[in-house]
Antibody, heavy 119, light 106 residues
């Protein structure tokens, strides 16, 4: 079981940063990796990165490497996605999702957070 | 990066039909493939992993097959709740990538 609950929608200006959070509950937090995936309006799914809450090791997709930071607070079982240098094409729904191991599919997803980048 | 290509992009079908969606990987991925279902305004839901293993709670009318580069998702008898968009995803290595999606419509 378990739940992933994300923060609400954000509106940002180009060049700004956004921090989206994902609160995990109902399962052992450090047993699962957390991923971030985004979906632009009317488009497909794009994997951004992963964190192991047990130790904080991260891996990022190359195209986001320079702009993304994923972090975690094990005391509150929250995972954060920080995306900087926002552009209009970063407008998307951002999802967190968990996987049982480093190379596992995503068996539980957050509800998604819409980030709109507009001047 | 491994490219995942789904076909068709859109599939028109009726309740009771048997439908098949295909997914091709640009490199061999053994059976490290998952299928997800997504409905409008909702997060994706895991249906199948390891190419053919049904996730707990998923109806048995869903099935998956294939290995290495060619995979299929079959729905044996479409139900009204099945009209959605379906995505394949490899998890052979990083970065994980998804197919572009197949919209199943009436």
């Amino acid at each position: 079981q378990g739940h992933l609950v994300q923060t609400g929608a954000e509106v940002k200006k180009p060049g700004a940063s956004v921090k989206v959070s994902c609160k995990a509950s109902g399962y052992s937090f450090t047993d699962y990796y957390i991923h971030w995936i985004r979906q632009a309006p009317g488009r497909g799914l794009e994997w951004m990165g992963i964190i192991n809450p047990d130790g904080g090791r991260t891996t990022y997709a190359p195209r986001f490497q320079s702009r993304v930071t994923i972090s975690t607070d094990t005391s509150t079982t929250v995972v954060y996605l920080d995306l900087s240098g926002l552009r209009s094409d970063d407008t998307a729904v951002y999802y967190c999702a968990r996987g049982l191991g480093f190379i596992k599919p995503f068996d539980l997803w957050g509800q998604g957070t819409l980030v709109t980048v507009s001047s | 990066d491994i490219q995942m290509t789904q076909s068709p992009s859109t599939l028109s079908a009726s309740v009771g039909d048997r439908v098949t969606i295909t997914c091709r990987a640009s490199e061999r991925i053994s059976n490290w493939l998952a299928w997800y279902q997504q409905k409008p305004g909702k997060a994706p839901r895991l249906l199948i992993h390891r190419a053919s293993l049904l996730e707990s709670g998923v109806p048995s009318r869903f099935s998956g097959s294939g290995s290495e580069t060619d995979f299929t998702l079959t729905i044996s008898s479409l139900q009204p709740d099945d009209f959605a968009t379906y995505y394949c995803q490899h998890y052979n290595n990083y970065p994980f990538t998804f197919g572009q999606g197949t919209k199943l419509e009436i």
